[in-house]
Every structure is written in C-alpha cells, then in structure tokens.
C-alpha cells in the first residue's frame, strides 16, 4: 500500500527546485541573475519537500531569475 502523510502545508510561498540551491557551511545560495550578470547571493530556506521544492523565505522576490 502506498501512504501519503501531509505533515505541513503552506500557501502563497516562493518556492525554487532544491538543486537550484547551493550549501556551504550550512547557509543557502542561489545564483541570481540581474541585467545579465549573475551573482551568488544567501537565501533563506523553510520546509525542502519530498517532491524536489524547496519554500523560499528571503533573499529572493516573485519575479527574480536565477541560473541552475
């Protein structure tokens, strides 16, 4: 038998594939991309899913791109 248990939900989240984020010394990094330069900058991860997602809390707003 399969069994989905839900253990947390939210609504209205930026949410970013989990390999779009880099990990060094247990902070979070995208690459952001800005009028074509691209820069490394620290973002702040909430819950990561079984599903590949990861929630976004700052560091990034709607709309922004990133490279990955």
Same mark, same amino acid.
């Given at each position: 038998?399969? #069994?989905? *248990? &839900? !253990?947390? =939900? &939210?609504?209205? #989240?930026? /949410? $970013?594939? @989990?390999?779009?984020? !880099? ?6 990094? #995208? !690459?952001? =991309?800005?009028?074509? &330069? %691209?820069?490394?900058?620290? *973002? %702040? *991860?909430?819950? /990561?899913? *079984?599903?590949?997602?990861? %929630?976004? /809390? @700052?560091? $990034?707003? %709607?709309?922004?791109? #990133?490279?990955?």
């Amino acid at each position: 038998a399969n #069994v989905n *248990v &839900k !253990t947390s =939900i &939210k609504d209205d #989240v930026l /949410i $970013l594939p @989990s390999y779009a984020l !880099t990990k060094r010394d247990g902070k979070y990094y #995208v !690459t952001k =991309i800005v009028g074509g &330069k %691209e820069s490394e900058i620290e *973002v %702040e *991860v909430g819950l /990561i899913g *079984v599903d590949g997602n990861a %929630e976004l /809390i @700052s560091g $990034l707003s %709607e709309g922004d791109q #990133v490279a990955y």
